[in-house]
């Protein structure tokens, strides 16, 4: 090939070529429902009424169960803890700001008001021991383990001869 010419046309494979494109259209549209879903980029006006789901870790160790959720932009006198059981349920309000009447938004991605997520611990805990501290929008809940977890045991079972 010569300097300043075009690649040798290749010939085109009409299968291949039938094959791939509805697969590229539906690799796009799962691109796009994922940045929807999980970037928080909701088709329609605004954000209003867009859920809001905290970013949330569950883990345990011999000593402790941890739960750290992310909730950027709350106060901490906005947050309800309650433990049920082994539910935890966490209830915040993230507030939005005061607005201007004269301003006019090009873009609107943030979401506001109360939301409600409950986790279930992975084991029994002591509840009256718990400790829950907010630090930079993360919230970190940590509950010592209620004594050893039993372990798993063969249960017999009675034949019923005659």
């Known amino acids: 090939m010569t300097q300043g010419s075009s690649p040798p046309d290749r010939p085109r494979n009409p299968l291949a070529q039938s094959v791939e494109a509805p ?3 539906l690799h796009r549209e799962m691109n796009r429902l994922f940045d929807d879903v999980f970037h928080g980029r909701l088709s329609g006006a605004g954000r209003q009424d867009a859920p809001i789901s905290p970013i949330t870790d569950v883990c345990a160790n011999d000593r402790q169960v941890r739960v750290t959720i992310e909730l950027p932009g709350i106060d901490s006198n906005d947050i309800d803890l309650s433990l049920a059981g082994d539910l935890l349920t966490v209830r915040a309000e993230k ?21 409600q997520r409950t986790v279930r611990l992975p084991c029994a805990v002591v509840e009256d021991q718990s400790q829950a501290r907010f630090d930079n929008g993360v919230l970190i809940v940590t509950f010592p383990r209620a004594g050893a ?3 798993a045991r063969k249960i017999p079972v009675a034949g019923g001869s005659k």
């Not at 507030?95 to 939301?115: C, L, M, Q």
Request: cysteine-free; overall charge negative; aromatic content about 14%.
């Open 23 to 25: 697969f590229h259209a």
């Open 149 to 151: 977890q039993q372990t």
């Open 95 to 115: 507030k939005a700001d005061s607005v201007d009447p004269n301003d006019s938004y090009h873009i609107i991605e943030r979401s506001y008001g109360t939301f």
